[in-house]
């Protein structure tokens, strides 16, 4: 279930909840969670979300 948020500055917290819940990786959640994917020379993937890891201390 999704809560119900009535300011504009919470509603971005809707379209999270609504990613959260899904149950098929779409192209436009992947473009929305991913900025690029850059592939480096080996092989390997380097991931740049557009989101920042949380910090852990």
Same mark, same amino acid.
Request: hydrophobic residues 35%; neutral net charge; without cysteine.
């Given at each position: 279930?999704i809560? $119900?948020? $009535? $300011?504009p500055r %919470?509603?971005a &917290?809707? %379209?999270?909840? !609504? &990613? =959260?819940n899904?149950d098929e =990786? !779409?192209?436009e @959640?992947l473009? *929305? =969670? @991913? %900025? *690029?994917?850059?592939v480096k020379?080996d092989? !390997?993937p ?8 949380p910090?852990?201390?």
């Amino acid at each position: 279930m999704i809560p $119900s948020y $009535s $300011s504009p500055r %919470n509603s971005a &917290f809707k %379209n999270y909840f !609504t &990613f =959260l819940n899904f149950d098929e =990786l !779409t192209p436009e @959640i992947l473009h *929305r =969670l @991913i %900025n *690029r994917i850059d592939v480096k020379e080996d092989g !390997t993937p380097i991931i740049y979300y557009r989101f920042a890891a949380p910090k852990i201390d």
